[in-house]
């Protein structure tokens, strides 16, 4: 028979695993803002060789053909424009809306889940992923707008 662990520890997992995630819609027209927070224990990244890059550093890494946790992560925060129009509360109109993930608390473990499955051609990603040993850079990632 199964027992659960006791309240404190089921905590102390809490603790060290969980975080909170931002997610803000923009209204294009009206620039009215919409944010919505969940608590994650991982987040599931997609990989990509090429994302759509902003610094020469990302550049680089993906002309040597290598996946970067970077990379994928700046690619996750990025904003991008949703593809059907959204009803925005304050002026009352469909339209184009941009959406960004943040994270607005973050674990004392991160989680990252890289999804190694390419459904457009039925394969696995094989690509080796760089992540740093040290100094994983998540400032950039928090809210900014």
Not at 44 to 64: G, Y
Request: a positive charge; glycine letters at 4%; aromatic letters at 8%.
């Amino acid at each position: 028979m199964y027992t659960f662990p006791p309240p404190d520890i089921i905590d102390l997992i809490r603790k060290m695993f969980n975080g909170t995630l931002r997610s803000v819609l923009l209204c294009q027209n009206c620039g009215c803002k919409r944010t919505q927070t969940e608590s994650f224990s991982s987040i599931s990244l997609p990989l990509a060789k090429e994302f759509p890059t902003t610094t020469d550093t990302e550049v680089r890494s993906s002309r040597r053909g290598k996946i970067s946790v970077e990379v994928c992560l700046n690619n996750f925060t990025r904003p991008e424009e949703l593809g059907d129009l959204t009803n925005c509360p304050s002026c009352s109109f469909k339209t184009k809306t941009l959406k960004q993930h943040t994270f607005s608390k973050l674990p004392e473990i991160l989680c990252l889940h890289l999804k190694r499955f390419d459904s457009a051609k039925n394969k696995k990603i094989t690509d080796f992923v760089s992540f740093p040993a040290h100094n994983l850079d998540m400032g950039k990632h928090l809210p900014h707008w």
